[in-house]
């Protein structure tokens, strides 16, 4: 059985480490289509509170979340909880 992992995209939001297929920046026109059909299928999670969208996270159900936190600051938080998990 796997054991579920789960790292914070900010403001107190967590999400489950191990269904996240991607983390990309929102800035090109495919991430924002791809957004936009998440809204449109009811898939979309804004855990942004507001704030400017910095991150898009694509998971393995197809879900869309957004976050207020850097591609890059959510990357080292999921490598540094792998790290973690090699080292038990």
């Known amino acids: ?6 790292i ?3 403001f107190g939001n967590i999400v489950n480490a191990n269904r996240i297929i991607s983390i990309v920046s929102p800035e090109s026109a495919p ?15 804004d855990a942004t509170y ?12 197809d879900h869309v979340i957004l976050s207020a936190v850097q591609p890059e600051t959510v990357a080292q938080r999921l490598v540094h909880h792998k ?6």
């Open 31 to 45: 991430i924002k289509r791809i957004i936009q059909d998440a809204r449109e299928r009811c898939m979309l999670i």
């Open 83 to 88: 790290d973690d998990e090699s080292d038990e």
């Open 50 to 61: 507001g704030r400017r969208t910095r991150a898009v996270i694509i998971t393995d159900s």
């Open 1 to 6: 059985m796997a054991t579920i992992k789960l």
């Open 8 to 10: 914070n995209i900010g």
